[in-house]
């Protein structure tokens, strides 16, 4: 199952917009998706489950795929953290 | 459950969510639902559940009803750079928590005064697609008193 590491540098984490962001790509995606911070795991297709993780500015969290197309699901979150989510600073 | 209500956690006028300045919400990026503007610094419990998010910054918090519907409660705009300033919490994530028990108490001129809005929206995030919301349309509700919206199923 593909896995990556990704810290969240944009400002305020996975608060309301990122997490709906996040959401919405997740969601373009067949592949089951998970991703864990602070001993949690979220559905990465659900809002709320991504705030109930409270993942903050400066924090890292792991993002586990599993399905036909779970690599490009890493690639297009990992893409969407590391560009802050398209936030300006 | 086929019939949910969620009371207004605020006293004040409701709006749209359509008319509130910030896109995240008047987009329905999150999800559906209403705003109030609330004239008291009191947040309520909308519903009976599980606090399962309570930001660190005391500004935002959601109640899990069911595994598949929880009420996200967002006290003011952008209020998340405030860090906690002029928020106070009542209870703690994870909590069970009844419905109309208060979870933050905020101060409204404070948030005025660091230049954001106390316009808070009340959204229904990833809502299944069976169910409807039905949204009050009184102009003015009381915070534990009034429905704000009902979730019909089917």
Redesign the interface.
């Known amino acids: 199952m593909p896995e990556t590491n990704v810290t969240l540098t944009n400002k305020?984490g996975l608060?309301?917009?990122p997490?709906?962001?996040f959401?919405?790509v997740a969601k373009q995606f067949q592949a089951d998706i998970k991703a864990h911070h602070n001993g949690k795991e979220a559905n990465a297709k659900?809002?709320?489950?991504v705030?109930?993780l409270?993942a903050?500015n400066g924090s890292s969290v792991l993002l586990k795929a599993e399905g036909a197309d779970a690599q490009q699901a890493l690639d297009a979150l990992t893409e969407l953290v590391n560009t802050k989510f398209g936030e300006p600073e | 459950m086929n019939r949910i209500e969620i009371l207004s956690p605020f006293t004040g006028r409701v709006l749209p969510i359509e008319e509130v300045a910030d896109p995240?919400?008047a987009e329905k990026?999150?999800?559906d639902g209403l705003a109030v503007e609330p004239t008291e610094g009191v947040g309520l419990a909308p519903v009976a559940g599980q606090l399962?998010?309570f930001?660190?910054a005391g500004h935002?918090f959601?109640v899990?009803v069911t595994p598949e519907v929880?009420v996200?409660v967002?006290v003011g705009l952008n209020t998340?750079q405030m860090k906690g300033q002029g928020f106070g919490r009542s209870a703690e994530?994870g909590d069970t928590v009844k419905a109309g028990q208060p979870v933050v108490k905020f101060d409204i001129p404070a948030i005025n005064a660091a230049g954001y809005s106390p316009i808070s929206p009340v959204i229904l995030?990833?809502l299944p697609a069976d169910y409807r919301i039905e949204k009050t349309t009184a102009k003015s509700v009381r915070a534990g008193q009034d429905v704000l919206m009902t979730l019909v199923r089917g």
């Open positions: 305020t608060h309301a917009r997490a709906g962001a959401v919405r659900s809002i709320l489950s705030l109930a409270g903050e | 995240v919400f990026m999150v999800g399962a998010v930001h660190t935002a959601a899990q929880g996200l967002h998340v994530k995030p990833d």
